[in-house]
């Protein structure tokens, strides 16, 4: 089945679901971490004069690390990375939205930085501070324009395209027209820059559009003339249409690195750090990255002025992303590191159970789907055992109903009610032996078995005995009680013949002038009932004709429903003629087996009924005719002779008949015992014709 | 003498029920019956004729003397079994109460069956009749 070859595939994709959501959010976790921990740093670095350089991340981690490796290297001349656009490029070339591409100058100067190209507008801002547009596009104007002027081998400045709000305009500042007396300029710069970064949020952040950016940015201060201000630059910028990746590192000059010393070698080890650790970072890697940090010192190589830091947050996403990323950002940095790995256990154990749960309640509703389906089809398969008949089928109004066991005996009875020719109406119940799924074949098969021979037009007798002798094979074994039966309406007859099933209960509803009969239910006799089809015997042996000239119901039913238990013994079927006494004339099968079943305590097997009502007319309900087919064992065994007597004949009439009937019987396998009850004592005729054809029971009772 | 009780009930409803077997002759078993013969005790009823059956034994005695009723699933196991005998085998039953007696007889199955009113009765007929044919 397709569905059993789904649940596997479905649990995996589940799982790496929620794999993939764990990590997202250790990221956010981890993210969150590192700029507090960066947050610590400046306090040391504005008093110590190290340069608390903070690491410079970029998604493209290469192009970050050659940044750094720029500042560590004194002698390395200006870099530009190679998908960078060449340093003869015009700048323009390199313009962003709102950015100014900063670009080395065209010689080799050597200490001059290299321009960096970016994409779109990359800004570098503070976060608590806004707008960072214009200021970026502003700042970095300043910066350029400081960059060209500075001096070669000065200072190197390296400024990403973006919004800088203290790095850019610290350099803007420093180089604005201060080539010559840069150390001034620059402490000057440094200075401010050292006031911003003691403020509580000390993160810069790159980001806009949805471009990927990064930006390192890291200055060095090494002696009087070394400053160096690095910022890499990354873009991926489909607008801005400098390609995919257009990158642009400014590494600064190096002669300040020499006199960096140690603090300057430990900011690069620190970049390097967190370059290498971010660096496998793609660009769909939502990632906020901490910045390198501008450190200058002081002209003289004295105590550092200022540290500037700088977390950039790097981002691929929307614009509106920033701001929930800050928030998120703020949040975290508040919450200690434990409760943050708590919060991260919980999440990802809440992001399991909700997997989870998901998983369950797809399943769930599969089964529920195919519950349906099932219950769909056992209704189909009801539905053809169990017709529903119209309400009326000439002058006689019908209703059927079936009620399951409660138990384990669910399945077995059937019941048919049709229409024959010349109006009249055929009714069919019965109960296979066995229960449950085994039984259904053999109910539907018995059903329609006995309906074809009646439609054939077969008296009900003959149907049974000839269903009895087909069947018998094909039952293999299991049983089946029957009562078919044919009612009349122009003659007022039922005709039935039972097949080891209980009789009808034929209820005379009194005069329908009286309106309010009292309802009253005739004696049938039970004596020489024939055998169920498929016992081994042969059945269709007797045959009952009852005249209905009044108002009358005519209940089939089956013994489920008269061996429900009713206070530790059976309901039987005077329990049910009396329910039906109770019930009135209205009421149909469904009612009575509602009605049986409040009565009773418990319903071991299945009940069906099926009810017809006969209308107008006068007079009680009475047996007229009785056949009787006898063998020598009935007559031998005294049951041919307690059905006679039953039948309201007296003892010597009755042993007159059983000796005309042995006597039949020796010339013969059988005799049929015709019995005529009307207003004077019954009248008994052996027939000798035993053969079965569609007229069989008017011929012989004409007779 | 084997006997066996079941009393573990199905249906919580129906009384007690017990089965009791004995074999007052090496070719005959009894299968006394008591409480109500129904749907749930018919398959107790049907192992034990079985596994006299299948025991070896040719007469077969079922005493529902004290069976208080009866119902179709029951009746359908005395058939089945009564069909399943051997050439020579013999089932009788014992039988008096009137509510399993109409059983019978409403079935039409009272013909099939050879129903003695006590077990005197019933095990000289089980025993003529093997001895008859036998």
């Given at each position: 089945?397709?569905?059993?070859?789904?649940?596997?595939?479905?649990?995996?994709?589940?799982?790496?679901?929620?794999?993939?959501?764990?990590?997202?959010?250790?990221?956010?976790?981890?993210?969150?971490?590192?700029?507090?921990?960066?947050?610590?740093?400046?306090?040391?670095?504005?008093?110590?004069?190290?340069?608390?350089?903070?690491?410079?991340?970029?998604?493209?981690?290469?192009?970050?690390?050659?940044?750094?490796?720029?500042?560590?290297?004194?002698?390395?001349?200006?870099?530009?990375?190679?998908?960078?656009?060449?340093?003869?490029?015009?700048?323009?070339?390199?313009?962003?939205?709102?950015?100014?591409?900063?670009?080395?100058?065209?010689?080799?100067?050597?200490?001059?930085?290299?321009?960096?190209?970016?994409?779109?507008?990359?800004?570098?801002?503070?976060?608590?501070?806004?707008?960072?547009?214009?200021?970026?596009?502003?700042?970095?104007?300043?910066?350029?324009?400081?960059?060209?002027?500075?001096?070669?081998?000065?200072?190197?400045?390296?400024?990403?395209?973006?919004?800088?709000?203290?790095?850019?305009?610290?350099?803007?500042?420093?180089?604005?027209?201060?080539?010559?007396?840069?150390?001034?300029?620059?402490?000057?710069?440094?200075?401010?820059?050292?006031?911003?970064?003691?403020?509580?949020?000390?993160?810069?952040?790159?980001?806009?559009?949805?471009?990927?950016?990064?930006?390192?940015?890291?200055?060095?201060?090494?002696?009087?003339?070394?400053?160096?201000?690095?910022?890499?630059?990354?873009?991926?910028?489909?607008?801005?249409?400098?390609?995919?990746?257009?990158?642009?590192?400014?590494?600064?000059?190096?002669?300040?690195?020499?006199?960096?010393?140690?603090?300057?070698?430990?900011?690069?080890?620190?970049?390097?750090?967190?370059?290498?650790?971010?660096?496998?970072?793609?660009?769909?890697?939502?990632?906020?990255?901490?910045?390198?940090?501008?450190?200058?010192?002081?002209?003289?190589?004295?105590?550092?002025?200022?540290?500037?830091?700088?977390?950039?947050?790097?981002?691929?996403?929307?614009?509106?992303?920033?701001?929930?990323?800050?928030?998120?950002?703020?949040?975290?940095?508040?919450?200690?590191?434990?409760?943050?790995?708590?919060?991260?256990?919980?999440?990802?154990?809440?992001?399991?159970?909700?997997?989870?749960?998901?998983?369950?309640?797809?399943?769930?509703?599969?089964?529920?789907?195919?519950?349906?389906?099932?219950?769909?089809?056992?209704?189909?398969?009801?539905?053809?055992?169990?017709?529903?008949p119209p309400a009326r089928l000439g002058p006689v109004a019908t209703s059927v109903?079936?009620?399951?066991?409660?138990?384990?005996?669910?399945?077995?009875?059937?019941?048919?009610v049709f229409a024959l020719d010349d109006g009249r109406l055929a009714v069919i119940v019965?109960?296979?032996?066995?229960?449950?799924?085994?039984?259904?074949?053999?109910?539907?098969?018995?059903?329609?078995?006995?309906?074809?021979?009646l439609?054939?037009g077969l008296a009900p007798r003959n149907a049974?005995?000839?269903?009895?002798?087909?069947?018998?094979?094909?039952?293999?074994?299991?049983?089946?009680?029957?009562v078919a039966a044919i009612y009349h309406p122009r003659e007022r007859t039922l005709t039935y013949a039972s097949?080891?099933?209980?009789p009808p209960v034929v209820l005379g509803d009194g005069d329908s002038a009286d309106g309010e009969g009292s309802a009253e239910a005739i004696e049938l006799t039970?004596?020489?009932?024939?055998?169920?089809?498929?016992?081994?015997?042969?059945?269709?042996?007797r045959e009952t004709v009852i005249s209905v000239p009044g108002p009358a119901r005519l209940c089939f039913?089956?013994?489920?429903?008269?061996?429900?238990?009713?206070?530790?013994?059976?309901?039987?079927?005077?329990?049910?003629v009396?329910?039906l006494g109770?019930?009135g004339r209205e009421a149909?099968a469904?009612?009575?087996?509602?009605?049986?079943?409040?009565?009773?305590?418990?319903?071991?097997?299945?009940?069906?009924?099926c009810l017809l009502r006969v209308e107008n007319g006068a007079g009680s309900p009475a047996i007229v005719h009785e056949l009787?087919?006898?063998?020598?064992?009935?007559?031998?065994?005294?049951?041919?002779?307690?059905?006679?007597?039953?039948s309201g004949?007296?003892?010597?009439?009755?042993?007159?008949?059983?000796?005309?009937?042995?006597?039949?019987?020796?010339?013969?396998?059988?005799?049929?015992?015709e019995l005529s009850l009307g207003d004077g004592?019954p009248h008994?005729?052996?027939?000798?014709?035993?053969?079965?054809?569609a007229a069989a029971l008017t011929a012989v009772g004409a007779? | 003498?084997?006997?066996?009780?079941?009393?573990?009930?199905?249906?919580?409803?129906?009384?007690?029920?017990?089965?009791?077997?004995?074999?007052?002759?090496?070719?005959?078993?009894?299968?006394?019956?008591?409480?109500?013969?129904?749907?749930?005790?018919?398959?107790?009823?049907?192992?034990?004729?079985?596994?006299?059956?299948?025991?070896?034994?040719?007469?077969?005695?079922?005493?529902?003397?004290?069976?208080?009723?009866?119902?179709?699933?029951?009746?359908?196991?005395?058939?089945?079994?009564?069909?399943?005998?051997?050439?020579?085998?013999?089932?009788?039953?014992?039988?008096?109460?009137?509510?399993?007696?109409?059983?019978?007889?409403?079935?039409?199955?009272?013909?099939?069956?050879?129903?003695?009113?006590?077990?005197?009765?019933?095990?000289?007929?089980?025993?003529?009749?093997?001895?008859?044919?036998?």
């Amino acid at each position: 089945m397709a569905s059993h070859a789904n649940r596997p595939a479905r649990g995996a994709r589940a799982s790496r679901r929620v794999a993939v959501a764990i990590a997202a959010g250790c990221c956010l976790l981890g993210l969150g971490a590192l700029p507090t921990a960066q947050a610590a740093k400046p306090a040391n670095s504005t008093s110590s004069s190290a340069v608390s350089g903070e690491a410079t991340v970029a998604p493209h981690g290469k192009h970050a690390e050659r940044a750094v490796q720029a500042e560590s290297v004194p002698a390395a001349p200006a870099i530009a990375p190679a998908p960078a656009p060449p340093p003869g490029e015009p700048p323009a070339a390199a313009h962003g939205r709102h950015g100014r591409a900063i670009q080395p100058a065209p010689g080799p100067p050597p200490g001059a930085g290299a321009g960096a190209g970016t994409g779109p507008g990359l800004g570098l801002r503070r976060l608590d501070r806004e707008p960072p547009l214009a200021r970026g596009h502003r700042h970095q104007e300043g910066a350029a324009r400081g960059e060209t002027s500075s001096a070669p081998g000065s200072q190197a400045a390296a400024v990403s395209a973006g919004e800088s709000r203290q790095g850019a305009e610290a350099l803007a500042r420093k180089h604005k027209g201060k080539g010559k007396e840069r150390g001034g300029g620059k402490e000057k710069g440094g200075k401010e820059k050292s006031k911003e970064s003691v403020s509580p949020t000390p993160v810069l952040k790159i980001g806009k559009g949805k471009e990927a950016s990064t930006v390192a940015l890291s200055q060095e201060t090494a002696g009087p003339s070394a400053t160096a201000a690095s910022l890499s630059s990354s873009a991926a910028s489909p607008v801005a249409g400098t390609g995919p990746a257009s990158i642009t590192s400014v590494a600064p000059v190096a002669k300040a690195i020499a006199a960096a010393g140690v603090h300057t070698q430990r900011a690069t080890r620190n970049a390097r750090h967190r370059v290498a650790a971010h660096a496998p970072g793609s660009p769909t890697t939502v990632a906020t990255a901490p910045v390198a940090l501008l450190a200058p010192s002081s002209g003289s190589g004295a105590k550092a002025s200022a540290a500037a830091r700088a977390a950039v947050k790097h981002t691929q996403t929307s614009a509106a992303q920033p701001a929930l990323v800050k928030t998120i950002t703020r949040i975290v940095g508040v919450v200690p590191v434990p409760v943050r790995i708590l919060i991260a256990a919980l999440v990802a154990l809440a992001l399991a159970l909700a997997g989870r749960s998901r998983l369950s309640g797809v399943r769930a509703r599969r089964l529920a789907r195919q519950r349906g389906q099932l219950l769909e089809d056992v209704g189909l398969l009801q539905a053809a055992l169990l017709p529903v008949p119209p309400a009326r089928l000439g002058p006689v109004a019908t209703s059927v109903a079936y009620r399951p066991a409660d138990g384990p005996g669910a399945g077995g009875d059937f019941y048919d009610v049709f229409a024959l020719d010349d109006g009249r109406l055929a009714v069919i119940v019965g109960d296979v032996s066995g229960h449950g799924r085994e039984a259904l074949p053999h109910t539907a098969l018995v059903r329609f078995t006995v309906r074809a021979y009646l439609e054939a037009g077969l008296a009900p007798r003959n149907a049974l005995q000839t269903a009895g002798s087909v069947l018998e094979r094909q039952l293999a074994g299991s049983f089946a009680t029957v009562v078919a039966a044919i009612y009349h309406p122009r003659e007022r007859t039922l005709t039935y013949a039972s097949a080891g099933h209980p009789p009808p209960v034929v209820l005379g509803d009194g005069d329908s002038a009286d309106g309010e009969g009292s309802a009253e239910a005739i004696e049938l006799t039970t004596a020489c009932s024939a055998p169920p089809i498929g016992a081994g015997m042969r059945t269709g042996t007797r045959e009952t004709v009852i005249s209905v000239p009044g108002p009358a119901r005519l209940c089939f039913h089956t013994d489920g429903v008269t061996e429900a238990r009713i206070e530790g013994d059976l309901f039987g079927a005077e329990r049910l003629v009396g329910a039906l006494g109770d019930l009135g004339r209205e009421a149909t099968a469904r009612a009575l087996l509602d009605s049986v079943a409040e009565r009773t305590d418990a319903r071991p097997d299945d009940m069906a009924a099926c009810l017809l009502r006969v209308e107008n007319g006068a007079g009680s309900p009475a047996i007229v005719h009785e056949l009787l087919e006898l063998d020598r064992a009935a007559v031998a065994s005294g049951r041919a002779e307690r059905f006679l007597r039953k039948s309201g004949m007296t003892a010597v009439a009755a042993a007159g008949v059983i000796d005309s009937a042995r006597a039949e019987l020796d010339l013969r396998d059988s005799a049929l015992l015709e019995l005529s009850l009307g207003d004077g004592p019954p009248h008994v005729e052996l027939a000798h014709d035993n053969v079965i054809h569609a007229a069989a029971l008017t011929a012989v009772g004409a007779r | 003498m084997l006997t066996t009780a079941d009393t573990s009930s199905p249906e919580p409803f129906t009384g007690a029920f017990g089965i009791i077997q004995s074999q007052p002759d090496e070719r005959t078993s009894v299968v006394a019956l008591e409480g109500e013969l129904d749907l749930g005790r018919a398959p107790s009823l049907k192992w034990a004729l079985v596994d006299s059956v299948d025991a070896g034994y040719k007469q077969l005695v079922v005493d529902l003397t004290r069976v208080r009723f009866m119902d179709s699933t029951a009746l359908s196991v005395l058939v089945g079994v009564n069909r399943s005998l051997d050439v020579g085998a013999r089932l009788a039953i014992v039988c008096v109460n009137t509510n399993v007696l109409k059983i019978f007889e409403l079935s039409g199955m009272d013909g099939a069956f050879a129903i003695f009113p006590t077990l005197d009765e019933a095990l000289a007929h089980v025993r003529g009749h093997t001895a008859r044919i036998g």
